[in-house]
C-alpha cells in the first residue's frame, strides 16, 4: 500500500509540474505574440503616416499645376 501511495503521489507531482510547465510556456507564446502585435500596430501606424504623406504631396501637386495659366481651347470655333 505504502508503494503505491507513493507511486500515485510521484505520478501527481509529475502532473502538477507538467500543467506549470504549460501554463509557463503559454504565458511565453502570448508575451511574444503582444510584442508582435505591438511592432505590426506601430508598422502600420508609420506605413499609414507615409501614405499620408504621399498624399499630401499629390495634392499639393496637382494644387499647384492648376495655378497656372488655362489651358488652351481646342482649335477656331
Do not use: F
Request: hydrophobic share 25%.
Amino acid at each position: 500500500m505504502a508503494l503505491i501511495k507513493q507511486t500515485k503521489e510521484q505520478e501527481l507531482e509529475n502532473l502538477k509540474e507538467r500543467h506549470a510547465q504549460q501554463l509557463r510556456d503559454r504565458q511565453e507564446q502570448q508575451r511574444g505574440e503582444q510584442e508582435r502585435y505591438i511592432r505590426e500596430h506601430h508598422e502600420a501606424k508609420q506605413m499609414l503616416a507615409e501614405l499620408d504623406a504621399e498624399r499630401l504631396k499629390e495634392l499639393e501637386r496637382n494644387d499647384s499645376l492648376r495655378e497656372g495659366p488655362p489651358p488652351p481651347k481646342l482649335g477656331k470655333r
